[in-house]
Nanobody
């Protein structure tokens, strides 16, 4: 079984910062892309940022310049540093990873349970 566990959400004032972390554990042969998605009330889940195993990053236009994604391949972790937070960033943030559980299986998408980020104005 593969698990993704997020941490670091909470309440912050506009202009503040938060850092989200996600750790993958369980049966892991290899981890390919990792990323963060978010879902605000009444809206669809959207990609926030993603990072390949080699470190290539991709950001949503709304967070570019404010958020930074990073990963530690040795520790199977991915982090999202969020600066200059805005009320519009309020959402449940989900960790996502494409993981190959063993050498017999292809990579599959796994999701964490989510962590709530609330930005007050």
């Amino acid at each position: 079984q593969v698990q993704l566990v997020e941490s670091g959400g909470g309440l912050v004032q506009a202009g503040g910062s938060l850092k989200l972390s996600c750790a993958a554990s369980g049966s892991i042969f290899s981890i390919y892309a990792m990323g963060w998605y978010r879902q605000a009330p009444g809206k669809e889940r959207e990609l926030v940022a993603a990072i390949t195993r080699g470190g290539t990053t991709n950001y949503a236009a709304s967070v570019k310049g404010r958020f930074t994604i990073s990963r530690d391949n040795a520790k199977n972790t991915v982090c999202l540093q969020m600066n200059s937070l805005e009320p519009e960033d309020t959402a449940v943030y989900y960790c996502n990873a494409n993981i190959r559980p063993n050498e017999l299986l292809r990579g599959m998408d796994y999701w964490g349970k989510g962590t709530l980020v609330t930005v007050s104005s």
